[in-house]
Every structure is written in C-alpha cells, then in structure tokens.
T-cell receptor
Framework: DTAVSQTPKYLVTQMGNDKSIKCEQNLGHDTMYWYKQDSKKFLKIMFS???????INETVPNRFSPKSPDKAHLNLHINSLELGDSAVYFC???????????????FGPGTRLTVL | DQQVKQNSPSLSVQEGRISILNCDYT??????FLWYKKYPAEGPTFLIS?????DKNEDGRFTVFLNKSAKHLSLHIVPSQPGDSAVYFC????????FGTGTSLTVIP
C-alpha cells in the first residue's frame, strides 16, 4: 500500500510546454508539500498546503502553481517550462504535530523532470 | 543560502564498523533535526530525529548526536550493514524544513 504516490515517475518534455505532476497520499495527513531536488542534490521546499490553504510559498517562479482538489491530493502545475526546471520533484505529506517538534514527513518516490 | 550543510558527499565503510555522517547548520533558531535515508529511485524515508533540547537520541543501531554550541549533528550507525548503503539527508526545522545535500554511504561487505 503506497502511502504517498506521484505520477508520472519520469517526464521528458520540450521547453515552453505546460505540464503537471500529480501527488496523492492515503495517510489522512493534513499537510502536503512539494520539494525540488536540483542537480546538486539540494532538496528545497517549494510549497506546502494545509487544508487547501497555502501556508508556505518559497520564492519560486509563478510558473509553478500547486493545485489541491482535496486533502489527499496536491498537484504541481508548471507553465512555460525552462531548461532550469529539470530536476527531481518530491511530494510529501505530514500530520499536524501532536507533541513537541514537527511531525515527520513521508515522501513520494519523486518525479524526474527533464526539459529539452 | 544553504542553512544545512553536509560537507561529505560520500562515505565508504566496512561492514560491521561504525558509520558517522555529519551535518552542520547555521541557524541557531532551528529546534528540531531529522535524518532521512534515500535509496535510488525512491523518496527519502524518515530515519531518526532529535529535539534541540536533547543532545542524543538512540534507536537501535542508529544514534544522533547534537552539539548546539558547534551547530553540528551527526548520525552514527553501528554496526554498519550493506543494506545501510543509501543517501542520507540531514534536515533542520524551525518554521520550515531545510535539507542538506546528502551523503552517499556505501557499506562494503
């Protein structure tokens, strides 16, 4: 039973195209995230959503937009793709912390995006 | 601006020996630290964490040490096993998560 799933796993596309990556979690978590892992393996948070409300929005280009149709899904839409968008994108989810410290995040398998 | 750093991109250790993975951070406001393990083609999975009010947390073969004055934490794995071969990410959090770039551990049988 996959806890956090992403589709597709691999995505190859041309510059200028618009694409989406889907994420679903079956853990009943309240918060979902998108991360970008660049060529230097640096994992940087892009967005998080809590109960359909955007609560973190890093300084990412507005070509990137998260869409959450319901609590179990957080999709990432990317418009006018650029070469620099090539990276692995990870979705994650977490529950609201019940005690001291944040709860852990469960990551999806990642989507490798290649922009040609 | 990288607030969490893992300066060793790779580490090789003999099976049965201790693996020590290091992580440095710059923000003294971080109050929680985590280690994630990542196999190829999979997402990172949570391994162990430590609150800033502690200096050590142990879970089986894994122990995390926190030195707040040095803004340094380390993950000890003992004894190391071939199945431990993976990339290990250090993360720190205050209001947001900040991840290091990872250290690739290879445990040699």
């Amino acid at each position: 039973d996959t806890a956090v799933s992403q589709t597709p796993k691999y995505l190859v596309t041309q510059m200028g195209n618009d694409k989406s990556i889907k994420c679903e979690q079956n853990l009943g978590h309240d918060t979902m995230y998108w991360y970008k892992q660049d060529s230097k393996k640096f994992l940087k948070i892009m967005f998080s959503y809590n109960n359909k409300e955007l609560i973190i929005n890093e300084t990412v280009p507005n070509r990137f937009s998260p869409k959450s149709p319901d609590k179990a899904h957080l999709n990432l839409h990317i418009n006018s793709l650029e070469l620099g968008d090539s990276a692995v994108y990870f979705c994650a989810s977490s529950q609201e912390p019940s005690g001291p410290g944040p709860d852990t995040q469960y990551f999806g398998p990642g989507t490798r995006l290649t922009v040609l | 601006d990288q607030q969490v750093k893992q300066n060793s991109p790779s580490l090789s250790v003999q099976e049965g020996r201790i693996s020590i993975l290091n992580c440095d951070y710059t923000n003294s406001m971080f109050d929680y630290f985590l280690w994630y393990k990542k196999y190829p083609a999979e997402g990172p999975t949570f391994l162990i964490s430590i609150s800033s009010i502690k200096d050590k947390n142990e879970d089986g073969r894994f122990t995390v040490f926190l030195n707040k004055s040095a803004k340094h934490l380390s993950l000890h794995i003992v004894p190391s096993q071939p199945g431990d071969s993976a990339v290990y990410f250090c993360a720190a959090t205050g209001n947001q998560f900040y991840f290091g770039t990872g250290t690739s551990l290879t445990v040699i049988p």
